[in-house]
């Protein structure tokens, strides 16, 4: 992982957990409790490349049917709306 942001340079990273929102050809896979390391100044967060290869992999076995996810939740979706009034 990384020690430091390549955003902003700062040397100041938490390692936390967080939600993980992936997308593969349209299809959302939401991921809880990833594990990452978040920049302290600017909130850039950075995830280490074999657990982003696993949740890529367990998309696909979603997607494919191959696995069923923990749960599902709807989620609203709006276009933006430019300011012009
Ligand atoms: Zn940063």
Do not use: W
Not at 17 to 34: A, K, M, S
Not at 41 to 50: K, P, V, W
């Amino acid at each position: 992982m990384a020690e430091q942001c390549s955003f902003c340079g700062n040397t100041h990273l938490t390692p936390k957990t967080t939600r993980y929102i992936h997308q593969q050809n349209g299809d959302l896979l939401f991921v809880e409790q990833v594990p990452c390391l978040e920049c302290d100044y600017c909130g850039e967060q950075y995830f280490e490349i074999d657990g982003l290869k696993r949740i890529e992999a367990d998309h696909r076995a979603i997607v494919e049917h191959r696995k069923s996810p923990s749960r599902f939740v709807q989620v609203a979706v709006q276009e933006f709306e430019t300011a012009t009034r």
